[in-house]
């Protein structure tokens, strides 16, 4: 399969350049009957756009989304839906300096590297603007997952910086512009990003998504795993350096007693494995999470190259987030929702649909949640 | 694409259970004209396998290589090349009475929620043993890779349970059973892993992949990345539960002026990046890494349930591996090579073959590697 | 991969319904610097739209193509094209009273079976408002065959009702509306096409389609085969009922010592495979054809059912083609060069380059081309 | 996808060639608990072997099916089931002498022209036996068709060289060596092939193949159409030059009045769609046929060259069928059938499963079978 698109039975290919025309994407394979309407994507595109609060770039993108087909009369017809957003607040000027630079940090190098010719508005096609699209048909995957089996997916932040939650509260998470569970640090993450914005430097973060209600028997052996898929999904955006399931790379100092979640009458005792064994949910909650690299857009001049060899100095004067990985929430979770759609999709292609197979056994009371 | 299958030009199909008739796979995609035969594959099989030491599992598995097609007078010929290996060593005996139970940490739940019906002997295609295919198709993946372009791929273990590695030196790797960079600490690993199979229990590890040669191009944008493909094919390895490209997690907490790489005349200043920018590999040394899980089979009892809801304890007799991640250097090092290969195959489709197109700028006479 | 995208490495994903608001696609893996504008694409879709001459629907469509995405400085840059036309001519009127019914010989019946809920308004999704798309994409594969392999791939029609060409002389294809390749039986055409029309009725086609200059070694062996991918993607046009490689059903009744193609040093002896040999090309002149039915869509009324059972008699009063084959030379012709630009794609993937590896043998100066 | 694999939810990759040691396939996507036990397939091995008359070829191949995988206790556990057959009866004396030659008529040429290295031995890759693996997998598909849906398919032959079938009688096809629908003309068809061998010429045959109970709704628009995917498949059986679904190429001559298959209450009128509109199934019999060109492998000598460009006469001495399409009927029953199986999976990944949504209209009592 081409490289721009994603899933197997429900695919989305992204298009579109940060300074384009328009970026756009188009779902295919979504069920019929679904209800859709172009005001439904607005709530997730505003909880990723820039301008959501000063700690985020302050380019305002009016992101509308345009529903080109695939909807009649209101529901999804079964056949492809494109959707697309017209680029309107793309101030080339800001990005022109850097045709013939390579940016540290950034695409600029590889992308002149593989193809020669590319287009560096804005970063291209290598921008987070793409995500953009990726958050579109995620609310279409959330609201299928919601509808059919009650699956619900949240994204937070679990770490900006060296600043990690120091209690957790799902509720609290929408209620910040840190998609933050812990209310009460929200003093303190205000007086680290204004410093960090002072000092023109820029920080990571770990962004964490957990879905409830997804039914055992979601995922495929082997190379089609459902942690192998979230993996690709997460990785696959921008800025993200690693992926973990479950207890991730804590697992590596465990112990095995601790680690094996027991299977006790009223369900798991525990869920260091995140909600999938072999690669296949268990009906636990499902938990992953992603780290997102500090930005490379600074201020703060850079030692790089030219295409043609020369030493520059990099300064980046455009609009950037010192902490991209804030609103990266909704990002990720949008990611998780169309792997878990595909993986519904797939599993009810071999296995049939959930009643008819699944689930087979004594309830989860208790899940074993972390 | 089914789930059983990898990669997009360089496709693996494998098959096979772990005490069932045999294992196998399926390599379609290889370039003709390579030298190819039955004894090249021993080597890595041997560096896989159980019983290389007393660390590892006491099973003795004689995995013969039988080159089945795509071979004709020692070369590849560009139709598919199938793998087989004969299951010679199962005891059946030793997994008789888990048809009906849930040992905790296994897939045997998630399995049988998801199909019903499931070949319970030995942990049946969830096991481990499917991995063998895995190193095997590297094998023929390395060797192009090396023969092509020189790339070298190497993996190795850097944390077993709580213990790192205190030097690094590469040509350590493979002079002891640990695949450990640094030869001061083999007492230390053996006492820790002798203490580890008397206390019954197990821990987990890390295993670290670099490549070096590769040439800068390599990889697709958005979902056909190179790290997105490395996160999949790693995570699909089993009891992995987190991946890192480069500095991965550590970037959280890093700063944006020190993780970009910076660019200079004589090459990167560094690779926090792990040499892949935007998905596309930036010519520098490739670092990622897994986190495998402790095993969960354990003589050491668990709680769990049975098929039809009652209450078992589970006691695994059988030959395990106290670290299941050590011999995994070998199957992380396949999956490495073979996305690798995949992504160069799909390079030269789009951008032509390497030297044509690419390399187009400095040498990187540093790479800065970290 | 999902059911509105085709090929393998070069990858056409379209959109759109007939009366939507626009109808588009993603053109996702052509290399990177191919010159690229707009106004090339005005050419074949002229050559594909209605309104052409007086024996094809009155219907005009005013087929602008936007870029959206994919090209910069007027050169590709290897990341997805999107290319996109509004629909500006949906006289939704004419198409109103069929949302309940189903019309003899269309999709109606099927889709509304499979879906439950379609877009009735002009076909919707099943209309050959889709083919433009398949046109425009093919413009960017004819493009890149002419300029790299020096590929020149045309369509013209064979047969109209019971009419077949009298003579052969590719030049005057284009000169007339019918794509005929033999202009003395012009006013034969118009005469029968005439007295069609006055009757009410519709009558099928035969489009051939020729591809010189492939050079010999593309296609895949098993199921990639060049002329299995041919057959999938002419047999995806709408309308189309049949599909033939070289001389097609005729080698039923033929010999195997004529059949067979005999190699003389100067070149083959005869083409009665159409180009191809166990699914990979010879490099002789590619031959193919497809057969499309006569428009279901008659204003000669017909007998039906609407979706509650009930006996309906349904007349077409909108536009229609009386021979809908004739436009499809257009739209055949762009499905093989993306079948062969695809194939060129993967062939120097697994190959490596025309002129590294091919050709090997005696050039073939007579082609025995029937 | 690579070349050897073939569908999109029921995957099967084949390899093997003509004279290696084996050849095999997997099976991937097959729900779990089908009983399938290693005897299942010997019945559809016999009707497409060699040696079943003395009208094909004299060669004994003694097809036995080893089961290696994703089958415990005698039913399929939902992982891919790989199936071997050891090839026994290899003479390859008898093909020692074209190594360097290529053959009129086959792939010799254009595989060496792809790959340079090949394995000549019995045509290697490109010869029929992989067609072995094809009905073997379609066994499964089969069966599976049968149980879960009542679906039925049968293939016969409706043409061998210029002869065609008198009268039709399903009942006869399986009486007979020709799967000959009509039993009156056995002695013409014995005196006519007996009258061609001793010619030492060849001739090709159609082949026709139905389906029956096959539900309306299957199929997905555009690319993934139904009779597209029934076209790829026959097309890439071996000496298949052509494929026509329903009426295929008469559609061409025939009036889109008479062409339209009304729909009446008790049913469709007529079927010259063959049970397809819009690439979805209509819930009528299933149409379409393949046309096979004679065999190349004739003992009249045929001029070639050789890898060298020398001058060559090459006559086949081993054994070859005078009609390699008679024995072609299981295996393009087989490609229909693994088709449909693929297409009703991915129509209840999308859809949900028969009976929750299809069918929804009136009964088809009469189908309007031609």
Redesign the interface.
């Known amino acids: 399969?081409?490289?721009?698109?994603?899933?197997?039975?429900?695919?989305v290919?992204?298009?579109?350049?940060s300074h384009?025309?328009?970026?756009?994407c188009?779902v295919?394979?979504?069920?019929?009957?679904l209800e859709l309407a172009p005001e439904e994507f607005r709530h997730d595109l505003e909880r990723r756009a820039t301008g959501r609060s000063r700690h985020t770039s302050q380019r305002r993108e009016a992101d509308e989304i345009?529903?080109?087909?695939?909807v009649?009369?209101g529901?999804?017809?079964?056949?492809?839906?494109?959707l697309?957003i017209r680029n309107t607040d793309a101030r080339s000027k800001d990005y022109g300096n850097i045709a013939e630079q390579?940016r540290?940090?950034?695409?600029d190098?590889?992308?002149?590297?593989?193809?020669?010719?590319?287009?560096p508005?804005g970063g291209?096609?290598?921008s987070a603007r793409?995500t953009t699209m990726r958050v579109a048909a995620g609310v279409i995957a959330k609201k299928w997952l919601a509808q059919r089996f009650g699956v619900v997916v949240r994204g937070y932040v679990s770490?900006i910086?060296?600043i990690v939650p120091a209690g957790f509260d799902l509720d609290a998470v929408e209620t910040n512009p840190f998609f933050w569970p812990h209310a009460a640090q929200l003093d303190e993450l205000e007086r680290y990003m204004d410093a960090l914005r002072k000092s023109g430097?820029?920080?990571?973060?770990?962004v964490e998504v957990i879905a409830d209600g997804v039914p055992?028997?979601?995922?495929?052996?082997?190379?089609?795993?459902l942690?192998?898929?979230?993996?690709?999904?997460?990785?696959?955006i921008?800025a993200?350096?690693?992926?973990?399931?479950?207890?991730?790379?804590a697992?590596?100092?465990?112990?095995?007693?601790e680690?094996?979640?027991?299977?006790?009458?009223d369900g798991f005792?525990s869920n260091?494995?995140?909600g999938?064994?072999?690669?296949?949910?268990?009906?636990q909650r499902l938990r992953c999470s992603a780290?997102?690299?500090?930005?490379?857009?600074?201020r703060?001049p850079?030692?790089?190259?030219d295409?043609h060899?020369n030493?520059i100095e990099v300064v980046t004067t455009g609009r950037h987030d010192p902490c991209v990985?804030i609103r990266a929430a909704p990002i990720c979770e949008a990611m998780v929702a169309l792997v878990l759609m595909d993986q519904a999709?797939?599993?009810?292609?071999?296995?049939?649909?959930v009643g008819?197979?699944?689930?087979?056994?004594?309830a989860q009371a208790g899940q074993g949640d972390v």
């Open positions: 399969m081409a490289s721009n698109s994603f899933g197997t039975l429900l695919t290919t992204t298009f579109g350049e384009g025309p328009a970026i756009g188009v295919d394979g979504c069920p019929p009957g345009e529903i080109l087909s695939g009649y009369q529901r999804t017809t079964g056949t492809p839906i494109a697309l390579f540290p940090g950034h695409a190098y590889s992308y002149w590297q593989k193809y020669g010719h590319r287009d508005r291209g096609r290598s793409e770490q910086g060296t430097d820029s920080v990571g973060a770990r055992p028997g979601w995922g495929e052996p082997i190379y089609g795993k942690d192998g898929e979230l993996a690709a999904a997460l990785m696959s921008n993200v350096k690693g992926v973990e399931i479950g207890d991730g790379f697992s590596v100092a465990s112990k095995g007693t680690h094996r979640d027991e299977l006790l009458p005792a260091h494995a995140g999938i064994l072999g690669g296949i949910s268990t009906g780290a997102f690299k500090p930005t490379s857009s600074l703060l850079g030692r790089s190259l295409i060899g030493e990985g999709l797939r599993h009810r292609a071999q296995c049939g649909d008819e197979v699944t689930p087979r056994v004594p």
